[in-house]
């Protein structure tokens, strides 16, 4: 049986740091589902098709992954397309709260998807969309937390 792990986040914008996670659940699974949840709710930079460009661009050469969106609750869509993990990052202890309820609750609404936590390389550690975003917002240098790609459009985006 092909052990398919779903990915799931915003990823506005991707970083380096979710991309080693990619490139490191690769190891444990034969194929990744890099998802992108669509909320309407939460105001983002980048729109979710400029979101799954920049995760193609950025991912090109990476064998075993692919990119989505979904809604609703990620167990139902994790059963829909036969995965039977959830892999998530952790950059330090205070995720550790946040994530283990998010998997507790997953695992109260389908024992059959494990979660699997991969802490973040040492490198990426204070890496997150939303740190990289208030950097840049205001000409901070941001070009080595993300893919040459990305950084050209958070550049553009806030007019550098």
């Known amino acids: 049986m092909e052990r398919i792990a779903i990915y799931p986040g ?30 309407p709710g939460k105001q983002s930079l ?9 995760l193609d661009e950025s991912m090109s050469g990476i ?6 969106t979904f809604d609703g609750l990620l167990v139902d869509y994790a059963q829909k397309r036969k995965a039977n993990a959830v892999l998530r990052g952790m950059r330090a202890v205070s995720d550790f709260e946040y994530e283990f309820q998010l998997a ?27 740190i990289i975003k208030e950097a840049a ?13 990305v950084n050209h459009r958070i550049k553009a985006r806030f007019g550098f």
Do not use: C, Q, Y
């Open 63 to 68: 064998d075993n992954v692919e990119f989505d």
């Open 137 to 149: 917002r205001f000409g901070g240098d941001v070009s080595d937390m993300v893919p040459p790609g």
């Open 104 to 130: 507790l609750m997953n695992r109260k609404l389908n024992r059959e998807v494990e979660t699997v936590f991969l802490m973040t390389g040492l490198r990426w550690i204070f890496t997150s969309s939303s």
């Open 46 to 54: 980048f729109t979710v098709d400029e979101r799954l460009e920049m």
């Open 10 to 39: 915003s990823f506005d914008p991707v970083t380096n740091g979710h991309i080693d996670i990619a490139k490191r659940g690769l190891k444990l699974f034969d194929r990744i589902i890099i998802a992108i949840l669509l909320n």
